[in-house]
């Protein structure tokens, strides 16, 4: 996905479905249809394929609770294993037993 490319993709996602970032799967919908085109493919771009995006989330133990951590964790699982999409998480917390 090339930079020029982003916004018009994200300005189609978001005419196409204006309520997508207020559902619980939103967000993970919403980055799913950015990398893949409209066969469900990942697009073919060198940089998204050869160079991971890096996704940096600090605090996770600063969330409301277990469960908004666990939900987060899971959603993170599912968009590099399910989705296989090219990003890399970086996540920094205070280390508790409950999302190590």
């Given at each position: 996905m090339s930079s020029s490319h982003?916004?018009?993709?994200?300005?189609?996602?978001?005419?196409?479905?204006?309520?997508?970032?207020?559902?619980?799967?939103?967000?993970?919908?919403?980055?799913?249809?950015?990398?893949?085109?409209?066969?469900?493919?990942l697009?073919?771009?060198?940089?998204t394929t050869s160079s991971p995006f890096l996704v940096i989330i600090n605090g996770l133990d600063e969330c409301r609770g277990n469960d908004d951590q666990s939900v987060i964790l899971s959603h993170i699982h599912d968009l590099?294993?399910?989705?296989r999409l090219p990003l890399r998480f970086l996540i920094t917390s205070r280390p508790e037993s409950h999302i190590r």
């Open positions: 982003e916004p018009q993709r994200l300005q189609l996602v978001l005419r196409d479905d204006p309520y997508i970032v207020h559902r619980v799967s939103g967000s993970i919908n919403l980055l799913v249809s950015l990398f893949r085109d409209q066969r469900g493919m697009h073919d771009d060198p940089t590099v294993d399910k989705h």
